[in-house]
């Protein structure tokens, strides 16, 4: 059974550029959580989509923003990009039922230069 | 106070002993429960998930649970040097079906042979 994926493991933008990353879920899982991870600040939640829906949103500023796809492919989008945006962005899929495991991907490592 | 607590270590055992790892939470809302391993530059690799009081056991592992209490703990046994890394421990926040895991900072491991 494939695990999650996310694609690319490494990107290096240049400020006030966008970026667009992918995550794919482990099949039959329906929930796709996203994490930016920094050594400042740890793992925190960026936002949570399951059944294309944004079901959970952290505190992130609106240059964050994610979306869902049919097939529960799930895709996130910063834009503006700032330097302390440089960070591993990591997503994580759940089958979307109580009381069940979530794993995560590679993680996507986003340099910003 | 933070939601999710831990000692962030670094705990230094000696190779063939017990590692007993803690935290706390504030929510005491909060139904389901994971405990990750992250070697550096890699990404959480869940290693047990519990929501139910008390003890879950998984090879040299175990999860302990008490909601009364607030705190989940992972006990290693027979520690190894390959166990050398950060331990995250992570909460369901609201609903346990949903993906929105908050963590803490992680405690670093060292297993010294």
């Known amino acids: 059974k494939a695990g999650v994926t996310q694609t690319p493991r490494y990107l290096i933008k240049t400020r006030g550029q966008q970026v667009t990353l992918s995550c794919s879920p482990i099949?039959?899982?329906?929930?796709v959580s996203w994490y930016q991870q920094t050594p400042g600040q740890g793992l925190q939640f960026l936002f949570e989509y399951f059944s294309e829906t944004q079901r959970n949103k952290g505190n992130f500023p609106g240059r964050f923003s994610g979306r869902q796809f049919s097939n529960s492919r799930s895709e996130m989008n910063v834009s503006t990009l700032e330097l302390g945006d440089s960070a591993l962005y990591l997503c994580?899929?759940?089958?979307?039922?109580?009381?069940?495991?979530?794993?995560f991907g590679q993680g996507t490592r986003l340099t910003v230069v | 106070q933070k939601e999710v607590e831990q000692n962030s270590g670094p705990l230094s055992v000696p190779e063939g002993a017990i590692a007993s790892l803690n935290c706390t939470y504030s929510?005491?809302?909060?139904?389901?429960f994971f405990w990750y391993r992250q070697y550096s530059g890699k990404s959480p690799e869940l290693i047990m998930f519990i929501y139910s009081n008390g003890d879950k056991e998984d090879g040299r592992f175990t999860a302990q649970l008490n909601k009364a209490s607030q705190y989940v703990s992972l006990l290693i046994r027979d520690s190894q040097p390959s166990d050398s890394a950060t331990y995250l421990c992570?909460?369901?926040?609201?609903?346990?079906?949903?993906?929105?895991?908050?963590f803490g900072q992680g405690t670093t491991l060292q297993v010294k042979p």
């Open positions: 994580a899929s759940k089958t979307g039922t109580p009381n069940t495991e979530a794993f």
């Open positions: 099949s039959g899982h329906r929930s």
């Open positions: 992570a909460v369901n926040r609201g609903s346990s079906n949903t993906g929105k895991l908050i």
């Open positions: 929510d005491r809302g909060s139904q389901s």
